[in-house]
């Protein structure tokens, strides 16, 4: 069983670098650890001597889902059963990596798993999430009518669920996703049509079509999030260019596979 994981770098600094890969090379992984650097010079070449981590560096920015590709390709090639994505702003303490490859390992229907991820200050970030619909997109970044949102975001986000609880989720988020390398063989891998954003919703919707995607908060990382597009009005822009490739390739408001799916989801806490 080899496992392997790549991490997409942009103009990231060499500390936090240094801090997300050696969470990976102190769980001894026994494939390649990935550093796909989209960054316009590649200063971060070295960064790390030894030879379970190998550095590429793209001459032109592809955008994270392709860049997360050229790992994946690679990481099929070398004989890789499974496969880590990972944000380069998170870092985890204990055996995270063995836990969820052995939950995955003994669930082979099991296309994807993503763990209890935590902000710096140990609160949870709720990412796992039902299908949207554009009001849903909309609604979330407004936050308005106040008197509605509670409940609204409580089920989009499946914050009623208990915390510890194991569940399907059409909806994991990218920041940190095990991979089930036979199951990308057959669905694909990033729709890398998307610069940034929506790739790891598109790739749950394809995934979870023919196999359990996982919440799994057993375990925890944590991630320093910064919510770009809310800062910045060019990823903003990013942002808007792919929530409308999303809905264009899976249906606006008129979408019968997302409600039967959203359904089933919400029918394992009955």
């Known amino acids: 069983m080899v496992i392997s994981a790549s991490i997409v770098a942009y103009k990231t600094p060499k500390e936090e670098l240094l801090k997300v890969s050696q969470c990976f090379l102190n769980n001894k992984i026994n494939g390649k650890l990935y550093i796909i650097d989209n ?3 590649d200063t971060l070449r070295g960064f790390c001597d030894t030879d379970k981590v190998e550095y590429i560096h793209n001459s032109s920015n592809p955008g ?14 070398a004989g890789s059963n499974y496969h880590f994505v990972v944000n380069p702003d998170i870092y ?3 055996d995270v990596i063995a836990s969820m490859v052995n939950y995955m390992v003994s669930n082979p229907n099991i296309g994807m798993i993503m763990p209890e991820v935590l902000y710096p200050d140990g609160s949870i970030q709720n ?3 039902l299908l949207p619909n554009p009001l849903d997109i909309i609604f979330r970044k407004l936050k308005r009518p106040a008197v509605f949102y509670k409940k609204f975001i409580d089920k989009y986000e499946l914050r009623f669920v208990d915390k510890k609880m194991v569940y399907r989720a059409p909806i994991l988020s990218g920041c940190f996703t095990l991979l089930n390398l036979n199951a990308i063989k057959e669905v694909g ?20 079509e023919k196999y359990l995607t996982i919440y799994f ?17 060019h990823l903003f822009k990013i942002y808007l260019k792919s929530a ?4 264009n390739k899976w249906g606006w408001f008129f979408d019968k596979k997302r409600n039967e799916m959203n359904k089933k989801t919400l029918a394992q806490f009955k």
Do not use: Q
């Not at 908060?217 to 009005?233: E, L, R, T």
């Open 127 to 129: 990412l796992p999430k």
């Open 189 to 208: 891998a990033y729709d890398d049509r998307f610069f940034m954003y929506f790739e790891d919703w598109d790739l749950s919707r394809r995934m979870t």
């Open 92 to 94: 985890f303490d204990g």
């Open 217 to 233: 908060p057993k375990v925890s990382i944590f991630h320093s999030y910064d919510s770009g597009a809310n800062k910045n009005f």
């Open 244 to 247: 409308f490739r999303y809905f």
């Open 39 to 41: 960054s316009p010079a």
């Open 64 to 77: 994270f889902g392709a860049a997360h590709n050229i790992a994946i390709k690679l990481a099929v090639e």
